[in-house]
């Protein structure tokens, strides 16, 4: 199946799901969007209010705070997959809990089968726990890790920005640094021979959650 025909199943499922609790209020499921193809994934924990109400994610105020992270770090929303843990919208803008992770996975599996990103940059520490389990977003965040075939870079999500001042600072600073990081995964990419043209050759990649992940030094 192509990559864009199995998307657009996934969100057809993901707006009639009924696997937890979280559809007892959604008005819209945000499965995510993007390019087929894209490069590069970011997953955040959950949709907010904006996003319930437009099915798109990341357009209320952290989105906007996501769109200035990503031209700083020169990447186009256009040219990126953006999705959640979790397709609905927590009450109340809630953490998800565990076992509406766990009931929304096996979507974000498949999108990341789907796409087969190369980097991966997760928004929050909910988003981080499926590649890090037991790291602290404190700790890691802004570091590039390898996970299988795949780059993995744990962010703060955009919304801590709005209600914890002193971490917007890091925020900006880690973002900052992106470019460099995507860099160095790219370069490692070719010298292995991944390439763009060949990412979908099989349409059968690995998830690579369940890998051992190893932090790279850049420097």
């Known amino acids: 199946m192509m990559a864009i025909e199995e998307?657009?199943?996934?969100?057809a499922e993901v707006s009639v799901c009924t696997k937890c609790t979280?559809?007892?209020?959604?008005?819209?499921?945000?499965?995510?969007?993007g390019p087929e193809?894209?490069?590069?994934?970011f997953i955040g924990e959950g949709p907010g209010f904006h996003e319930n109400e437009q099915g798109r994610p990341f357009v209320g105020a952290a989105?906007?705070?996501?769109?200035?992270?990503?031209t700083q770090a020169g990447l186009k929303r256009s040219n990126v997959w953006i999705t959640n843990i979790v397709k609905c919208r927590p009450p109340a803008n809630r953490d998800p809990l565990p076992e509406e992770i766990s009931a929304c996975n096996l979507y974000l599996e498949r999108q990341i089968k789907a796409i087969?990103?190369?980097?991966?940059?997760?928004?929050?520490?909910?988003?981080?726990?499926?590649?890090?389990?037991?790291?602290k977003i404190g700790s890691v965040h802004g570091q590039m890790h390898k996970v299988g075939g795949r780059f993995f870079i744990p962010m703060y999500h955009p919304a801590a920005a709005l209600h914890q001042a002193s971490i917007k600072p890091v925020i900006l600073a880690d973002f900052a640094r992106l470019p460099e990081l995507l860099k160095v995964a790219r370069s490692e990419l070719k010298n292995s021979g991944e390439t763009d043209s060949s990412k979908h050759a099989t349409?059968?990649?690995p998830?690579?959650?369940?890998?051992?992940?190893?932090?790279?030094?850049l420097f």
């Open 22 to 33: 979280l559809h007892h209020s959604r008005k819209n499921a945000v499965p995510g969007e």
């Open 207 to 217: 998830n690579d959650l369940e890998d051992e992940p190893k932090q790279l030094n």
């Open 116 to 135: 087969d990103p190369k980097i991966i940059i997760s928004l929050g520490r909910l988003s981080m726990a499926n590649y890090l389990p037991r790291a």
């Open 63 to 70: 989105g906007q705070f996501l769109d200035q992270l990503l």
């Open 203 to 205: 349409g059968n990649q």
């Open 37 to 41: 193809q894209a490069e590069i994934m």
């Open 7 to 11: 998307l657009s199943g996934i969100a």
